[in-house]
Protein backbone atom coordinates (compact mmCIF):
# COMPACT_ATOMS: atom_id res chain seq x y z
CA UNK A 1 0.00 0.00 0.00
CA UNK A 2 1.26 3.61 -0.82
CA UNK A 3 1.98 5.70 2.09
CA UNK A 4 0.04 8.79 2.34
CA UNK A 5 1.18 12.10 2.10
CA UNK A 6 0.14 15.09 3.70
CA UNK A 7 1.85 18.43 3.01
CA UNK A 8 1.83 21.87 4.44
CA UNK A 9 1.91 24.64 1.81
CA UNK A 10 2.94 27.44 4.42
CA UNK A 11 3.04 30.05 0.67
CA UNK A 12 4.25 33.38 1.26
CA UNK A 13 3.35 33.65 5.12
CA UNK A 14 5.17 33.42 8.07
CA UNK A 15 8.89 34.70 8.71
CA UNK A 16 11.45 32.45 10.61
CA UNK A 17 10.67 32.89 14.15
CA UNK A 18 6.66 32.14 13.21
CA UNK A 19 7.59 29.42 11.36
CA UNK A 20 9.61 27.78 14.04
CA UNK A 21 7.09 28.55 16.34
CA UNK A 22 4.07 26.76 13.92
CA UNK A 23 6.70 23.81 13.99
CA UNK A 24 7.19 23.67 17.38
CA UNK A 25 2.92 23.43 17.76
CA UNK A 26 2.78 20.94 15.31
CA UNK A 27 5.36 18.91 16.77
CA UNK A 28 3.54 19.36 20.24
CA UNK A 29 0.20 17.69 18.80
CA UNK A 30 1.63 14.84 16.81
CA UNK A 31 3.50 11.60 17.47
CA UNK A 32 5.66 10.24 14.55
CA UNK A 33 3.83 8.23 12.38
CA UNK A 34 4.98 5.15 10.01
CA UNK A 35 1.53 5.66 8.39
CA UNK A 36 1.89 9.16 6.92
CA UNK A 37 4.42 11.13 5.30
CA UNK A 38 4.39 14.67 6.92
CA UNK A 39 5.51 17.07 4.69
CA UNK A 40 6.15 21.15 4.95
CA UNK A 41 6.51 23.49 2.72
CA UNK A 42 8.07 26.71 4.59
CA UNK A 43 9.29 29.84 2.47
CA UNK A 44 12.10 29.45 1.38
CA UNK A 45 14.35 32.06 4.16
CA UNK A 46 12.84 28.90 6.78
CA UNK A 47 13.79 25.89 4.72
CA UNK A 48 17.62 25.66 6.79
CA UNK A 49 16.54 26.55 10.12
CA UNK A 50 13.01 24.28 9.70
CA UNK A 51 15.71 21.75 8.80
CA UNK A 52 17.87 22.19 11.88
CA UNK A 53 14.93 21.68 14.07
CA UNK A 54 12.51 18.78 12.90
CA UNK A 55 12.78 15.48 14.10
CA UNK A 56 13.94 12.88 11.98
CA UNK A 57 11.35 10.44 10.56
CA UNK A 58 8.90 12.99 12.00
CA UNK A 59 8.67 15.23 9.08
CA UNK A 60 9.89 16.21 5.84
CA UNK A 61 10.99 19.44 4.18
CA UNK A 62 9.52 20.69 0.68
CA UNK A 63 10.32 23.80 -1.16
CA UNK A 64 7.22 25.75 -2.57
CA UNK A 65 9.15 26.09 -5.65
CA UNK A 66 12.87 26.17 -7.22
CA UNK A 67 14.70 27.58 -10.80
CA UNK A 68 15.54 24.18 -13.43
CA UNK A 69 18.90 26.01 -14.27
CA UNK A 70 21.35 24.48 -11.73
CA UNK A 71 23.76 27.42 -11.27
CA UNK A 72 24.79 31.05 -12.51
CA UNK A 73 23.74 34.62 -13.36
CA UNK A 74 19.38 33.88 -12.08
CA UNK A 75 19.23 36.64 -9.54
CA UNK A 76 17.13 35.73 -7.44
CA UNK A 77 16.53 32.27 -7.77
CA UNK A 78 16.87 28.98 -5.85
CA UNK A 79 17.98 25.85 -7.65
CA UNK A 80 17.34 22.66 -7.35
CA UNK A 81 20.54 21.57 -7.09
CA UNK A 82 21.37 24.43 -4.30
CA UNK A 83 18.04 22.60 -2.39
CA UNK A 84 19.59 18.96 -2.84
CA UNK A 85 20.22 17.17 0.56
CA UNK A 86 18.00 20.08 2.42
CA UNK A 87 14.50 18.83 1.07
CA UNK A 88 13.04 15.77 -0.26
CA UNK A 89 10.42 17.81 -2.24
CA UNK A 90 9.18 20.58 -4.74
CA UNK A 91 6.07 21.59 -5.42
CA UNK A 92 5.96 22.58 -9.32
CA UNK A 93 3.36 24.17 -11.40
CA UNK A 94 1.21 24.95 -8.92
CA UNK A 95 -1.40 27.25 -9.84
CA UNK A 96 -0.52 30.50 -8.30
CA UNK A 97 3.33 29.95 -10.04
CA UNK A 98 1.59 29.36 -13.26
CA UNK A 99 -1.48 32.60 -12.79
CA UNK A 100 0.87 35.68 -11.44
CA UNK A 101 4.48 34.21 -12.65
CA UNK A 102 3.70 33.04 -15.71
CA UNK A 103 5.23 29.11 -15.53
CA UNK A 104 4.12 27.28 -18.61
CA UNK A 105 4.25 23.38 -19.28
CA UNK A 106 7.85 23.77 -20.78
CA UNK A 107 9.00 25.71 -17.10
CA UNK A 108 7.00 22.77 -15.35
CA UNK A 109 8.89 20.00 -17.45
CA UNK A 110 12.86 21.60 -16.82
CA UNK A 111 12.17 21.86 -13.36
CA UNK A 112 10.64 18.20 -13.07
CA UNK A 113 13.61 17.01 -14.72
CA UNK A 114 15.91 19.66 -12.99
CA UNK A 115 14.38 18.08 -9.83
CA UNK A 116 14.96 14.41 -10.65
CA UNK A 117 18.44 15.29 -11.72
CA UNK A 118 19.09 16.19 -8.30
CA UNK A 119 17.23 13.09 -6.23
CA UNK A 120 14.33 15.47 -5.31
CA UNK A 121 10.51 14.22 -5.97
CA UNK A 122 8.41 16.56 -7.66
CA UNK A 123 5.05 17.08 -6.09
CA UNK A 124 3.40 18.40 -9.80
CA UNK A 125 0.68 19.86 -9.29
CA UNK A 126 -2.42 19.79 -12.06
CA UNK A 127 -5.82 21.26 -12.52
CA UNK A 128 -8.44 23.79 -13.99
CA UNK A 129 -9.69 26.95 -13.48
CA UNK A 130 -13.69 28.17 -13.56
CA UNK A 131 -13.79 28.65 -16.99
CA UNK A 132 -12.58 25.90 -18.14
CA UNK A 133 -14.53 23.68 -16.09
CA UNK A 134 -17.57 25.37 -17.21
CA UNK A 135 -16.78 24.71 -20.59
CA UNK A 136 -16.13 20.75 -20.57
CA UNK A 137 -12.58 21.44 -21.12
CA UNK A 138 -10.81 19.93 -17.79
CA UNK A 139 -9.83 16.70 -19.02
CA UNK A 140 -7.90 18.70 -21.94
CA UNK A 141 -6.29 20.99 -19.77
CA UNK A 142 -4.99 17.76 -17.33
CA UNK A 143 -4.07 16.02 -20.22
CA UNK A 144 -1.83 19.08 -21.70
CA UNK A 145 -0.48 19.83 -18.05
CA UNK A 146 0.46 16.07 -17.68
CA UNK A 147 1.81 15.40 -20.99
CA UNK A 148 3.67 18.82 -20.59
CA UNK A 149 5.22 17.92 -17.47
CA UNK A 150 5.87 14.60 -17.90
CA UNK A 151 7.34 14.75 -21.28
CA UNK A 152 10.88 14.12 -20.75
CA UNK A 153 9.98 11.10 -17.76
CA UNK A 154 10.64 7.57 -17.71
CA UNK A 155 8.61 5.01 -16.77
CA UNK A 156 11.04 4.37 -13.77
CA UNK A 157 11.46 7.68 -12.45
CA UNK A 158 7.61 7.58 -12.05
CA UNK A 159 7.65 6.90 -8.54
CA UNK A 160 9.42 9.31 -7.34
CA UNK A 161 6.65 11.92 -8.67
CA UNK A 162 3.72 12.96 -6.62
CA UNK A 163 0.87 14.68 -9.19
CA UNK A 164 -1.55 17.18 -6.98
CA UNK A 165 -5.01 17.43 -8.56
CA UNK A 166 -5.44 21.14 -7.88
CA UNK A 167 -8.38 22.59 -9.37
CA UNK A 168 -8.20 26.34 -9.26
CA UNK A 169 -11.83 27.30 -9.02
CA UNK A 170 -11.19 25.20 -5.49
CA UNK A 171 -7.75 27.12 -4.11
CA UNK A 172 -9.64 29.06 -0.96
CA UNK A 173 -7.16 31.91 -1.72
CA UNK A 174 -8.36 31.95 -5.52
CA UNK A 175 -12.15 31.57 -6.54
CA UNK A 176 -13.08 29.92 -3.09
CA UNK A 177 -15.63 27.06 -4.10
CA UNK A 178 -14.82 23.26 -3.26
CA UNK A 179 -14.85 20.18 -4.98
CA UNK A 180 -16.93 17.68 -3.96
CA UNK A 181 -14.81 13.77 -3.68
CA UNK A 182 -16.76 12.97 -6.94
CA UNK A 183 -14.97 15.86 -8.95
CA UNK A 184 -11.27 14.29 -7.30
CA UNK A 185 -12.28 11.11 -7.73
CA UNK A 186 -13.14 11.70 -11.41
CA UNK A 187 -9.73 13.40 -12.26
CA UNK A 188 -7.90 11.22 -10.53
CA UNK A 189 -9.19 7.99 -12.83
CA UNK A 190 -8.77 10.68 -15.97
CA UNK A 191 -5.22 11.14 -14.37
CA UNK A 192 -4.58 7.65 -13.96
CA UNK A 193 -5.42 6.88 -17.74
CA UNK A 194 -3.03 9.34 -19.12
CA UNK A 195 -0.14 7.77 -16.84
CA UNK A 196 -0.90 4.34 -18.35
CA UNK A 197 -0.84 5.53 -21.43
CA UNK A 198 1.94 6.95 -21.17
CA UNK A 199 4.14 4.47 -19.16
CA UNK A 200 2.10 1.71 -18.44
CA UNK A 201 0.40 -0.33 -15.90
CA UNK A 202 3.43 -0.26 -13.32
CA UNK A 203 3.88 3.10 -13.60
CA UNK A 204 0.14 3.77 -13.21
CA UNK A 205 0.58 1.33 -9.92
CA UNK A 206 3.01 3.71 -8.27
CA UNK A 207 2.45 6.80 -8.82
CA UNK A 208 0.85 8.91 -5.80
CA UNK A 209 -1.75 11.37 -6.56
CA UNK A 210 -2.83 13.61 -4.06
CA UNK A 211 -6.01 16.70 -3.80
CA UNK A 212 -5.72 20.05 -2.78
CA UNK A 213 -8.03 22.89 -2.59
CA UNK A 214 -9.43 24.03 0.73
CA UNK A 215 -8.81 20.46 2.66
CA UNK A 216 -9.73 21.42 6.21
CA UNK A 217 -9.64 18.98 9.15
CA UNK A 218 -13.60 18.85 8.31
CA UNK A 219 -12.89 17.83 4.65
CA UNK A 220 -9.91 15.66 4.44
CA UNK A 221 -11.56 12.24 5.23
CA UNK A 222 -13.98 12.61 2.02
CA UNK A 223 -11.25 13.15 -0.17
CA UNK A 224 -8.76 10.43 1.20
CA UNK A 225 -11.78 8.19 0.93
CA UNK A 226 -12.31 9.22 -2.78
CA UNK A 227 -10.56 6.70 -4.68
CA UNK A 228 -7.06 6.36 -5.34
CA UNK A 229 -5.81 9.45 -3.03
CA UNK A 230 -2.67 9.27 -1.80
CA UNK A 231 -2.94 12.13 0.25
CA UNK A 232 -4.03 15.80 0.74
CA UNK A 233 -1.87 19.19 -0.18
CA UNK A 234 -3.02 21.78 2.49
CA UNK A 235 -2.30 25.98 2.19
CA UNK A 236 -4.55 27.89 4.32
CA UNK A 237 -5.62 25.05 7.03
CA UNK A 238 -1.49 24.53 7.36
CA UNK A 239 -1.40 27.64 8.90
CA UNK A 240 -2.93 26.35 12.10
CA UNK A 241 -1.56 24.01 14.11
CA UNK A 242 -4.47 21.97 15.15
CA UNK A 243 -6.35 21.98 11.80
CA UNK A 244 -3.14 20.43 10.42
CA UNK A 245 -2.41 17.87 12.89
CA UNK A 246 -6.21 16.93 12.91
CA UNK A 247 -6.00 16.23 9.18
CA UNK A 248 -2.72 14.37 9.57
CA UNK A 249 -4.31 11.91 12.15
CA UNK A 250 -7.12 11.30 10.54
CA UNK A 251 -4.68 10.08 7.29
CA UNK A 252 -3.41 8.09 9.96
CA UNK A 253 -5.94 6.50 10.92
CA UNK A 254 -7.23 6.17 7.22
CA UNK A 255 -3.65 4.87 6.43
CA UNK A 256 -4.04 2.20 9.07
CA UNK A 257 -7.53 0.58 8.00
P1 LIG B 1 -5.70 25.97 0.08
O1 LIG B 1 -4.38 25.88 -0.82
O2 LIG B 1 -5.72 24.76 0.96
O3 LIG B 1 -5.54 27.25 0.85
O4 LIG B 1 -6.87 26.00 -0.86
C1 LIG B 1 -4.00 24.68 -1.42
C2 LIG B 1 -2.84 24.92 -2.34
O5 LIG B 1 -2.82 25.96 -3.00
O6 LIG B 1 -1.91 24.10 -2.42
New binding site residues.
Given amino acids: MKKKLV ?1 A ?1 W ?1 MNLNVAQSLSLLARIDKNLDRTDDVEVVLAPPAIALQPLSQEIKQNKFLLAAQNAYFKDEGAYTGEISFTQLRGLVDYV ?1 VG ?3 RRIYFGEDDKMVRDKVQSALRNGISPII ?1 VGENTDQRNTGQTQRVLHDQLTGALGNVTSQEIEHIVI ?1 Y ?1 PVW ?5 EGQVAKPEDVKKAFNYILEQIFELFGNQAAKTVRLIY ?5 DSTVSGYLNAGGCNGV ?6 LNPEKFSNIVKTAEQQGQQ
Fill in positions: INKIHSECAEAISTFGGSVDLVGGAS
